[in-house]
């Protein structure tokens, strides 16, 4: 009896604590993956991360459910060379499409499973257009499909066919057309293991009957990224760029705005960067940009290359990082991700800058802002003169705020409004008037 009570308490830790038991242990393992949308950097960074899962939980099998009619072909090949390095038995149920990508994404799988009223082929590349990719691009297409075809045992040239509406198959294929399997089509032509209704199925017919099924899904942290991949949120990401770099050099040493700036940019990059799209020099190109900007604004007289290179060099830099391109290629770049991507940047620069000019007049009048800026009028009162000022050149002085480079000095007790011509001046430190534009002093340190 004390044993058969030691036997169940043993039970019930082993299930409190969540550890596998025995008969939990002995259970095959089948994890399932969905590709289920285009083929792109975000697919593609989910097949990644699946295949890490399932290497981590030791899987014996791996099914990919399969409904696409295709994507990128970078992408699609990185896929296929994973798939092709699993030491595991990887199957493929296509529940309707494996159209282009996708049928070289399930001719690299060990066996292919179909639905009734499914399809698989029409692997011709296409341009961001729509239209046929250039031949090169199609030979490259007909190469990969071949080799894959081949060392999973299938006819080669039927793979070809898939590709090129030219080739010529007896009795299956004529010139003009490429191949499409149905269901049967692809079965008569050993394409497809056998039709099935689902992969509880596809499990049975290769005698698999004690296992346990895990579907793979995104944790927080990805949804969280694929989140920000919207260009939507990447528009109001921009838009707090930008102000937040305004507003921390209207208002220097607050910190509050340029917090906001930085985190909005690991925001707007990460997600980028993470999925394949955002690649280092185009990051550099923005990094470079912001810097014209602020060496034109702050370090170099008047407005010129160095302003519109870096004007360009920005906006350039943000629509690139938001595209699939292959520096500067776009040519399977559709020409709707183009648009949306060049909206999303214009709309969040243009956004930041009308809630400058609107919203910058609110800012000022709030408690806030005057606990941290320096708001007194200029009252004659409290020492401030208007007239004069050409009088004052060459006369020397202390800086009584900080110049930014704009600021206030005092000069024989009075205060005046100043500004350098780039340098930063400290409060307290020597100044010398060497210049006035209307009532402002243009100053320099001594």
Known sequence: MRTLLRIFGMVLL???????????????????????????????????????????????????????FGGAL?????????????????????????????????????????????TIGAATVVDGSGAAAPDKYQSYMRSIMRAT????????RIAEGMVDENIVIDSLKQAGKVITFTTSEAIENGYCEAKVESIA??????????????TFRLGAVEKIIAFFLNPFISGLLILVIM???YFELQTPGVGFPLAAAIVALVLYLVPYYLNGLAAYWEILALFLGVLLIIAELFFIPGFGIAGVS????TIVSLVLIMLNNDFFNFEFVPLGDIIVATFATLGGLVGGAVLLFAGGARLTQTKAFQRLALTDTQDASSGYIVNNQKGLIGKHGTAQTVLRPSGKVLINGEVYDAFTRG???????????????????????V
């Open 243 to 245: 102000g937040g770099i």
């Open 310 to 313: 870096g004007i360009t060099l």
């Open 149 to 156: 075809a081949e060392e999973n045992g299938r006819d080669p």
């Open 74 to 118: 970078n992408d699609t090949k990185e896929i296929v060379d994973q798939l092709m390095e699993l030491k595991i038995p990887v199957w493929v149920f296509i529940n309707s499409d494996a159209a282009s990508a996708g049928a070289l994404i399930s001719i690299a799988c060990d066996s292919i499973y179909m639905a009734p009223g499914a």
């Open 201 to 214: 199925d596809i499990l049975k017919r290769n005698n698999v009957v004690d296992y346990h099924i895990e």
């Open 14 to 68: 082993i299930q409190t604590l969540g550890l596998p038991t025995r008969a939990q242990q002995t259970k095959k393992k089948v994890l399932v993956m969905e590709i289920r949308a285009e083929i792109d950097p975000r697919m593609g960074r989910y097949v990644k991360l699946a295949l890490q899962h399932a290497e981590k939980i030791k899987a014996d099998y791996l099914i990919i459910d399969m409904d696409t």
């Open 423 to 445: 340098d930063f001046i400290e409060k307290g430190e020597p100044i010398e008037v060497i210049g006035t534009e209307g009532i402002t002093l243009r100053v320099k340190k």
